[in-house]
């Protein structure tokens, strides 16, 4: 048996002597975990039922494509001074958007939890709707004091270069949260 590399994710392992068994063929098989085991011939066959669909998923590059143009997540565009929040401020207005900001701190248990969960959000509403980050201790007090922030996680929605609505995130499950802010967002595009 020799090993083909072809993409970086993926080898195909290919037998030199045909054998006539109905669980290993001498066609191409599959690792995705990028090794065998020695004298490891025997494939599940639950693994052939999602092999298909995985191959076919795979970009000519090697890497695993999406089904859809859609991103699954999106960075929060961090916000590092008080004249950069006041420049998306500005332009958002200029553009009749809103957008989220998210207060977090780098010592925030609740905020490192919280913030791979917001990205997701961030890609359901994207690109009509912009998440941006905020890092309380990076940032003068006179911003955070401004935006009125006592608590983080703190996720607000801004528009008319006013804060409409908050959701403190300190509490309760991270999906409560997420469900809160989205029912925010919900609330403003109905408005």
């Known amino acids: ?45 639950k693994f052939d039922g999602i092999r298909g669909p995985m191959i076919r998923a795979l970009s000519p590059e090697g890497s695993l494509r999406e089904l859809d143009d859609s991103p699954v997540s999106v960075e929060l565009a961090p916000i590092c001074s ?15 958007q809103s957008f989220v900001v998210v207060w977090m701190a780098s010592w925030c248990r609740k905020c490192i939890y919280l913030k791979p969960k917001l990205k997701k959000l961030a890609a359901e509403y994207y690109p009509r709707l912009l998440f941006y980050s905020v890092d309380v201790n990076s ?31 300190g509490h309760g499950k991270a999906y409560l949260v997420i469900n809160e802010v989205r029912a925010m967002i919900e609330t403003d595009d109905s408005t």
């Open 139 to 169: 940032v003068p007090h006179k911003l955070v004091a401004r935006a009125e922030v006592t608590k983080m996680p703190t996720i607000q929605l801004w528009k008319d270069g006013k804060k409409q609505a908050e959701v403190i995130g």
């Open 82 to 96: 008080e004249a950069q929040f006041d420049r998306v401020v500005a332009e958002a207005q200029q553009l009749r």
């Open 1 to 45: 048996m020799s090993v083909v590399p072809t993409y970086p994710t993926l080898r195909y392992l290919r037998t030199r002597t045909a054998r006539a068994s109905p669980i290993f063929t001498s066609s191409l098989k599959v690792s995705i975990l990028g090794f065998r085991a020695p004298n490891s011939l025997v494939f599940s066959r």
